[in-house]
């Protein structure tokens, strides 16, 4: 079965760090492009961060840029995600997903699937 | 960063209704688009990608489609399983996602 575990959210006062993870299993880890995105509670979804499948190519929502880091370690299926300088709008559910991309319908990329999310509130 | 607007915010449909959403691009994304479905406390769930594909063991009441800027999701007979919270995401460019349509039942 393919599954995405996160870990590692809980509270942080403002200006704090946090590093997320998230753990992967049932598929090819090190072939797959992996995100982050988040959601307030009762809010929508915002793309945060991706990174490529060996690693080498890594993006970021301009809201995190400068702040957050996205890496991997492909011998050990883990994705992370290292929060620093945190804000108080940075506070929400984080899930990590599986970038799958179509060849055959042009290389359109969707997200599957996601991880159960872990929480990340952050407040003094 | 392209804009995704969905339409309604919400809904209240029957049980057994055709349910409509409608989502509109900012600027032409081809059939770069993906819709989810999210129930309270849990993770999206990818129903259809590339505008118009059934993802696997997704019911096929579910059925999307559209080009350019305008798609739809249609739920051809709605189902008390199909009460949730469903985003547009748009995969042109930097993913985005509509601010999402909430289905309740009425």
């Known amino acids: 079965e393919v599954q995405l575990v996160e870990s590692g959210g809980g509270l942080v006062q403002p200006g704090g760090s946090l590093r997320l993870s998230c753990a992967a299993s049932?598929?090819?880890?090190?072939?797959?492009?992996m995100y982050w995105v988040r959601q307030v509670p009762g809010k929508g979804l915002e793309y945060v961060s991706s990174?490529?499948?060996?690693?080498?190519?890594?993006d970021y929502a301009k809201s995190v840029e400068g702040r957050f880091t996205i890496s991997r370690d492909n011998s050990k299926n883990m994705l992370y995600l290292q929060m620093g300088s945190l804000r108080v709008e940075d506070m929400a559910v984080y899930y990590c997903?599986?970038?799958?991309?179509?060849?055959?319908?042009?290389?359109?990329?969707?997200?599957?699937?996601w991880g159960q999310g872990t929480l990340v509130i952050v407040s003094s | 960063d392209i804009q995704m607007t969905q339409s309604p915010s919400s809904l209240s449909a029957s049980i057994g209704d055709k349910v409509i959403i409608t989502c509109r691009a900012s600027?032409?994304?081809?059939?770069?688009l993906n819709w989810y479905q999210q129930k309270p406390g849990k993770a999206p769930k990818l129903v259809i990608y590339?505008?118009?594909s059934l993802e696997s063991g997704v019911p096929s009441r579910f059925s999307g489609s559209g080009s350019g800027t305008d798609f739809t999701l249609t739920i051809s007979s709605l189902q008390p399983e199909d009460i949730a919270t469903y985003y547009c995401?748009?995969?042109?460019?930097?993913?985005?996602f509509g601010q999402g349509t909430k289905v309740e039942v009425k």
């Open positions: 997903a599986r970038e799958v991309i179509s060849r055959s319908d042009g290389f359109n990329s969707r997200f599957d699937p």
């Open positions: 049932g598929f090819s880890f090190s072939t797959y492009g």
């Open positions: 990174i490529s499948s060996i690693g080498d190519s890594t």
């Open positions: 600027q032409s994304i081809s059939n770069y």
């Open positions: 590339v505008a118009s």
């Open positions: 995401q748009q995969s042109y460019t930097t993913p985005t």
